[in-house]
Each structure stands twice: as structure tokens, then as C-alpha cells.
């Protein structure tokens, strides 16, 4: 996805919402976020001259906090459960398995467009750890052979 003009408008429509607001750029992160699935480079200029903030203060900002994604992601958002009790349960082995298995990192998207992987630290879903979310769905207990069917069934809605 390119920036657009409409991107633009989105955002210049989002930073007026917000502006006057107080602690206004994490709502208008997730606004424009939630506009565009991501919080394109190209909007860091429009917010720092909106919120009288150098670009190296929003880019820090967006790159600050994880939820925030730097480039479109893929169809389905498959999200692994890093705190601790995930991580006692055998997470590390499931975060390893996805990473070969979809051949990505943390945050990058598989040549298809189905799947973003994405670190998450906490579920709240502690007594099935380990756990992942696929989209909004949490599932625990987690197993390589579990993880081959949400992969498989993410790439057949795709």
C-alpha cells in the first residue's frame, strides 16, 4: 500500500479530531492505525507539525510501543504470548515453530499476504499456556500440530 492523498486526508481528519485533546497521540496513533492498518513513515511530517514534535519523537513513539504496526500486515494477525507463564509452558518452542514454519519473523508477513506474526505479552489466558491469538480468537494449550491448522486455515481464507 502506497501513501495516498486519501491516507493524507485520513489522517489530517484523525489529527484534527484529537488535537486539542490531552495525551491526544496514542488515540490518534490508534486511529489512524485503525484507518489504515498501520501507522505509515509518511505520516510522521503531518503529526509533527500537528503536535509540535520532531519526527524522531513520533517515529520513537510508534516504535515504543509494539501494538503499533510500521507497515501494512497480512491478512490474518497470528500474535504469541510472551509473558511468563506462556514462556514456563513451552512458548519459546511454539514461537520458534511458527517462525520456521511460516519462513518470517516477529512483524514481518508471509510472501502470500495470509499470516503477520507478532510478539504479545499477555493474553490473560495464563492457566492455557501456552497460548496465541489468531485475529481476535485466543487459544491455548498450543501445540506445533494446533499451530499447522491455524496456519492452514488462515491461508485457505486469505
Same mark, same amino acid.
Given at each position: 500500500?502506497?501513501?495516498?492523498?486519501?491516507?493524507?486526508?485520513?489522517?489530517?481528519?484523525?489529527?484534527?479530531?484529537?488535537?486539542?485533546?490531552?495525551?491526544?497521540?496514542?488515540?490518534?496513533?490508534?486511529?489512524?492505525?485503525?484507518?489504515?492498518?498501520?501507522?505509515?513513515?509518511e505520516?510522521?511530517?503531518?503529526?509533527s507539525?500537528?503536535?509540535?514534535?520532531?519526527?524522531?519523537?513520533?517515529?520513537?513513539?510508534?516504535?515504543?510501543?509494539?501494538?503499533?504496526?510500521?507497515?501494512?500486515?497480512?491478512?490474518?494477525?497470528?500474535?504469541?504470548?510472551? $509473558?511468563? @507463564?506462556?514462556?514456563? *509452558?513451552?512458548? %519459546? #518452542?511454539?514461537?520458534?515453530?511458527?517462525?520456521?514454519?511460516?519462513?518470517?519473523?516477529?512483524?514481518?508477513?508471509?510472501?502470500?499476504?495470509?499470516?503477520?506474526?507478532?510478539?504479545?505479552?499477555?493474553?490473560?489466558?495464563? $492457566?492455557? @499456556?501456552?497460548?496465541? *491469538?489468531?485475529? %481476535? #480468537?485466543?487459544?491455548?494449550?498450543?501445540t506445533?500440530?494446533?499451530?499447522?491448522?491455524?496456519?492452514?486455515?488462515?491461508?485457505?481464507?486469505?
Open positions: 500500500m502506497s501513501f495516498t492523498k486519501e491516507s493524507a486526508e485520513k489522517i489530517q481528519n484523525l489529527i484534527g479530531k484529537f488535537q486539542d485533546k490531552p495525551g491526544a497521540l496514542l488515540p490518534l496513533m490508534h486511529g489512524i492505525q485503525d484507518a489504515l492498518g498501520f501507522v505509515p513513515e505520516a510522521y511530517p503531518l503529526i507539525k500537528a503536535y509540535q514534535l520532531s519526527i524522531a519523537e513520533i517515529h520513537g513513539f510508534v516504535t515504543f510501543y509494539h501494538h503499533f504496526r510500521r507497515k501494512p500486515s497480512g491478512k490474518n494477525i497470528l500474535h504469541i504470548c510472551r $509473558a511468563e @507463564s506462556c514462556q514456563s *509452558m513451552g512458548a %519459546e #518452542k511454539i514461537e520458534q515453530y511458527c517462525k520456521d514454519k511460516l519462513d518470517i519473523d516477529y512483524h514481518d508477513t508471509t510472501s502470500d499476504g495470509a499470516i503477520t506474526l507478532e510478539p504479545i505479552y499477555c493474553l490473560g489466558n495464563c $492457566a492455557c @499456556s501456552p497460548a496465541v *491469538m489468531i485475529n %481476535e #480468537k485466543v487459544l491455548g494449550r498450543v506445533p500440530n494446533m499451530i499447522d491448522k491455524i496456519i492452514e486455515r488462515a491461508k485457505e481464507n486469505s
